[in-house]
């Protein structure tokens, strides 16, 4: 392998703020811990907690770093102790706790998986964040399985695509919701069996009519506040509801009663802060049941547009106004 460079670009703001404070800066290449490989990136997934971090409402957790970014793909160039060096020289896509925004990134091998020649590296570092939301909240935490009809808010998001495009392969019937005729029509070329325009119609009603009365087995939400009662009233007896964002407040009020008498089920999951173990049992699982699909080219990412790293602040903006279907990625090159 070529020596690698002392210094790197980043995107390390040093101060909240609009888009504005993500400007290129020189730090340090990291060095790779025990278990850990150093990825040179080629891309990376931009999200919305990379906002709310910008914005100073997501700090990172204790011991991340203060560099954005959540996913990247690139190749492995150094690794170290007890990482293997047969991961030298090879294609990654990772989740992180944070660093994706530069050149080089530092993350435990167990939260790394192989990318393969399905995918582009482009395609790669749309997936983790996204696929590991997912799967462990809708498929472990919801319990969703083939032939549950699932109600997803945010449909042409990269949280919502994700979850169409796992339903479609799992025997899911998918229900989104999204702001706009014109999105939810792409969810349902995306694979949705269902978009309703909230924006129009009342996603109750029409998620009642949809399933002729009966409710749905499990709601994906990141909305929060005042859907949050809503999203109950839209789940069928023994229904699951699963929170992941609160973008309308971490704030509701609902009937209790009605929570027990339809024996429903209320949770919900960060994941950023979950350990490193709880991340490498998931990433396992992933390569088990979603990998092979993978592979063979039935499931892609939704790639909206791309950014050069130093645009990050155009990347921001643009997904801040809300027009964007699928993912955000900044590119190296």
């Avoid at 590296?121 to 935490?141: D, G, K, Q, S």
């Avoid at 799992?170 to 939810?184: E, N, P, Q, R, Y």
Wanted: glycine share 12%; charged share 20%.
């Amino acid at each position: 392998m070529a020596e690698l460079p002392d210094r790197m670009i980043a995107i390390d703001p040093e101060q909240a703020g609009g888009p504005e404070v993500l400007i290129p800066v020189e730090r340090p290449v990291p060095v790779p811990g025990a278990e850990e490989v150093l990825i040179r990136v080629a891309a990376a997934g931009v999200n919305r907690p990379d906002l709310m971090q910008r914005a100073g409402k997501y700090p990172p957790p204790p011991g991340a770093s203060s560099i954005p970014g959540l996913e990247i793909s690139g190749t492995v160039v150094s690794v170290g102790p007890g990482a293997g060096f047969e991961l030298l020289g090879q294609p990654m896509c990772a989740l992180l706790t944070g660093g994706g925004y530069a050149e080089y990134v530092a993350v435990p091998a167990g939260q790394c998986l192989p990318v393969p020649e399905a995918l582009t590296m482009i395609e790669a570092a749309a997936l983790p964040e996204t696929l590991f939301t997912v799967w462990t909240n809708l498929f472990e935490r919801a319990y969703a399985m083939e032939g549950d009809t699932v109600l997803v808010h945010g449909g042409t998001s990269g949280i919502g695509t994700m979850a169409i495009l796992l339903g479609r392969i799992f025997g899911l019937t998918v229900i989104v919701t999204a702001g706009s005729d014109a999105k939810c029509d792409r969810a349902l070329e995306i694979g949705a069996a269902h978009a309703i325009n909230y924006r129009t119609k009342d996603f109750v009603t029409e998620v009642h009519r949809l399933t002729d009365g009966r409710g749905v087995d499990a709601v994906l939400d990141m909305i929060g506040g005042d859907y949050f009662p809503r999203n109950v009233a839209c789940l069928a007896d023994d229904g699951r509801h699963v929170s992941i964002a609160v973008q309308r407040g971490a704030e509701a009020t609902f009937q209790i009663w009605d929570v027990m008498k339809r024996r429903l089920t209320l949770t919900g999951s960060t994941l950023r802060a979950r350990s490193v173990g709880f991340k490498t049992l998931v990433a396992d699982e992933l390569s088990r049941q979603v990998w092979p699909h993978i592979e063979e080219g039935r499931l892609k990412p939704i790639i909206d547009r791309t950014f050069p790293l130093r645009e990050a602040a155009a990347a921001h903006a643009w997904l801040e106004g809300g027009d964007h279907v699928g993912k955000v990625v900044l590119t190296m090159a």
